[in-house]
């Protein structure tokens, strides 16, 4: 991602993607309750788009506007999916608080003990607080996702590519080691996984497969996962295969020692890499082991989305809390203590 095409294409997209939304909801702009917009942590230059248009639309319509974290809006996202199940099905377990979050995604990998702050309760209204219990010391998991994925030249994003190509790999046939940390053990590290990655290419025949098929998929233009993997060696789909088991692996077994450490029988899984089947999969597969109760949103709610910043923007309305013309972006805005 390049920020300041980025920024240009927040620009040129804002207003029709709004128009486009407000069409599809069937409503107009002075029927909305509140403005909702991301403040941090992201791309400064896409962040300050969104801001100003988000000021501009508040101040045009006398609406009350609302900042919202990226990263809280992951774990709304959560809470809006078991709302909705739950609608449609009252038997659906309720996503019951407090709770160790994982928000896992291409620009973020970190575990939050996710609870209701007391204090702000008072006649249904209440907020959410967050300590953060963990975090990535480098990449994220699905910035490494992405980068192995140019290196081997499947594609971007490479997250849903290595998850589909996987399936067709043995994970156990490349052995990448486990991840140790040294201090804070809840804490991530994905870099030397994609070195790791790196030497198993560079110099053997895999690096010219990848350059064949990086060749073959710039002169194609658009192709098929199914086209894709038939351009992949069973050595190469392998090798994906037992990156991503060793990516999941590690973020399934601190989250568990987050959680067992802070003696929380509830999970959260959240951000674009919950998209993963394997991810889901092994997370599915502890909560039964261990009797946890594990929550994914859906696909759509877990990538990057709207309607995650309107449900952290209504819990903050509700809560009282409004912010003015002097709201900012922030790049690295934090979340939790």
């Known amino acids: 991602v390049v920020p300041e095409l980025a920024s240009r294409e927040h620009l040129r997209k804002i207003v029709p993607v709004v128009d486009e939304a407000l069409a599809r909801a069937n409503v107009k702009l002075p029927d909305i309750n509140a403005i ?11 962040l300050l788009v969104g801001v100003v248009f988000g000021k501009s639309l508040a101040l045009a319509l006398s609406k009350p506007l609302i900042g919202v974290n990226h990263l809280e809006g992951h774990i709304h996202a ?10 449609e099905d009252p038997s659906v377990a309720e996503a019951r608080l407090p709770a160790v979050t994982l928000v896992v995604s291409g620009g973020h990998t970190s575990l939050f003990r996710t609870d209701v702050n007391s204090a702000s309760q008072n006649g249904g209204k209440m907020n959410l607080i967050y300590e953060r219990m963990g975090q990535t010391r480098d990449d994220a998991a699905g910035e490494a996702f992405d980068k192995v994925a140019k290196l081997l030249a499947l594609g971007y994003p490479g997250g849903p590519l290595i998850d589909r190509l996987a399936r067709h790999g043995n994970q156990n046939a ?13 804490d991530f590290s994905f870099s030397g996984l994609k070195t790791a990655v790196l030497y198993r290419v560079r110099g053997t025949a895999l690096a010219g497969e990848a350059e064949e098929r990086r060749a073959w998929s710039k002169s194609e233009g658009c192709v098929t996962v199914d086209e894709l993997r038939a351009h ?21 077994e601190r989250t568990l020692a987050a959680a067992e450490s802070a003696h929380i029988r509830t999970i959260f899984v959240s951000g674009g890499v919950a998209c993963n089947s394997l991810l889901r999969e092994r997370f599915t597969k502890a909560a039964k082991q261990k009797r946890l109760e594990v929550f ?12 995650m910043i309107a449900a952290a923007g209504c819990a903050r309305l509700i809560a009282g809390e409004r912010d003015g013309v002097l709201l900012s972006a922030h790049a690295s805005l934090p979340l939790g203590v």
């Open 36 to 46: 909702a917009v991301t403040k941090g942590p992201g791309l400064i230059g896409s």
């Open 78 to 87: 959560v809470l809006l999916q078991n709302k909705l199940a739950r609608l």
């Open 174 to 186: 490349v052995k990448l080691g486990r991840i140790k940390m040294r201090g804070h053990q809840l």
């Open 232 to 252: 992949c060696s069973q050595k190469t789909l392998d090798l994906v295969a037992g990156f991503q088991n060793a990516v999941v692996t590690d973020l399934v």
């Open 296 to 307: 994914f949103p859906t696909p759509a709610l877990s990538t990057d989305n709207a309607a």
